[in-house]
Nanobody, 117 residues
Framework: VQLQASGGGLVQPGGSLRLSCAAS????????MGWYRQVPGKGREWVAS???????NYAESVLGRFTISRDNAKSTLYLLMNSLKPEDTAVYYC????????????WGQGTQVTVSS
């Protein structure tokens, strides 16, 4: 599976962004999927995940602000980010959820999110 994240950019604190992750191949619909983020000098951090049946889980730091969703017909994963904070600044990646037997797919390039005034 090849993954391509997009939708990042520069946004002011309190703003919103929606990230997308397009997946190639048919394995997507069989995989629990997740979003991760990484800042320079730190390890990759799990942000949110969604099961094949749609059950969602979130890191405490984004709970209530971020929403993960998926469209299996389009093999696309989404992350709606509201009430963004400067500490959300990172490169965001999509991949299989770390609990999935498919983890990890190739990581791809990720998409940069910068929250700054």
């Amino acid at each position: 599976v090849q993954l391509q994240a997009s939708g990042g950019g520069l946004v002011q604190p309190g703003g919103s962004l929606r990230l997308s992750c397009a997946a190639s191949g048919s394995t997507f619909r069989s995989a629990h999927m997740g979003w991760y983020r990484q800042v320079p000098g730190k390890g990759r951090e799990w942000v949110a995940s969604i099961s094949t049946s749609g059950r969602q889980n979130y890191a405490e730091s984004v709970l209530g602000r971020f929403t993960i969703s998926r469209d299996n017909a389009k093999s696309t994963l989404y992350l709606l980010m509201n009430s963004l904070k400067p500490e959300d600044t990172a490169v965001y990646y999509c991949n299989a959820d770390h609990s999935s037997s498919f983890y990890p797919f190739n990581w791809g390039q990720g998409t940069q999110v910068t929250v700054s005034s």
